[in-house]
């Protein structure tokens, strides 16, 4: 379901906390990047970003590259998430992009051609009419034996691709090395993508805690504060108090 506000069509997060740094959700129509060291929360969320619009029949898409579609549906089953519902009736696509290629190199040894993969994930969307997606990772590692400017090439046009769909709101996660203070991992994708959502383990009193924060936002007000967050059973991820 969509919020319509003064300047543009929202669409909820479905992240509890989540719409209030955004001033009413997400611009709709455009991708966001969710950015984080492994084990932050970054599949959680997506997940749980598109159970939203399920709840709202909404059409939407997982494009899993590195991880098998198995593991995701059993992660959201271990948190209370029952996909399998939405897989049956067709609202939930997941697809493993993967399984396509197999790994990095063809039959003759050469590397995947990125563009075949941006083709293939394009004529894939297309064909389901979805209001959502998401693609996690979005540079897989499949690309790893790639160079860096085709990589970049293949970042850039998969961004431009599914922000020309209209009325669908994408996320797109991206892996940051443990210690790296860089948002993203190649760079461009901080600049592709329309915003950014931050995650992070915060070292406090011997602990570590989950924070949220929103990065960049085209088109919006944000309050850039870092917030804490929970991970809980049935609700997933929770917003608690600012740093
Ligand atoms: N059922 C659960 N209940 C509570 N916390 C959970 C549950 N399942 C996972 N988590 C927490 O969420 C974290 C993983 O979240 P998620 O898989 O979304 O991370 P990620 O950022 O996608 O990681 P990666 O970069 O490895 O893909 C786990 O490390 C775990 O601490
Ligand atoms: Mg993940």
New binding site residues.
């Given amino acids: 379901m969509l919020n319509k506000t003064k300047e543009q069509t929202r669409t909820p997060s479905g992240i509890a906390g989540l719409d209030q740094l955004t001033y009413g959700g997400l611009p709709t129509g455009k991708s966001y990047l969710?950015s984080?060291?492994?084990?932050?929360?970054?599949?959680?969320?997506?997940?749980q970003f598109l159970l939203e619009g399920l709840k709202n029949n909404e059409n939407t898409i997982y494009i899993s590259i590195?991880?098998k579609p198995d593991h995701v549906i059993k992660?959201a089953e271990?948190?209370?998430w029952d996909l399998q519902h939405y897989l049956q009736n067709g609202k939930l696509n997941i697809i493993d992009i993967t399984s396509y290629f197999g790994s990095s190199k063809d039959k003759e040894g050469n590397t995947i051609d990125s563009k075949l993969i941006v083709n293939k994930i394009t004529e894939y969307i297309k064909s389901i009419n979805p209001t959502r997606i998401v693609i996690?990772?979005i540079a897989p590692l499949i690309l790893s034996d790639n160079s860096i400017p085709d990589v970049i090439e293949y970042i850039r046009s998969l961004i431009f691709e599914v922000e020309s769909i209209e009325n669908c709101t994408t996320l797109l996660?991206s892996?940051i090395p443990v210690g790296s203070t860089k948002v993203s991992f190649f760079g461009i994708e901080e600049f592709a993508s329309s915003g950014i959502i931050h995650?992070k383990l915060l070292p406090q009193n011997n602990k570590r805690i989950?924070t949220i924060s929103i990065r960049k936002m085209r088109g919006t007000r944000i309050d850039l504060s870092e917030y804490s967050f929970?991970?809980?059973?049935e609700r997933g991820i929770v917003l608690r108090q600012a740093l």
């Fill in positions: 969710i984080g060291e492994p084990g932050t929360g970054k599949t959680i969320l997506s997940l590195d991880e992660d271990a948190l209370g996690d990772p996660t892996y995650l989950r929970e991970i809980l059973p």
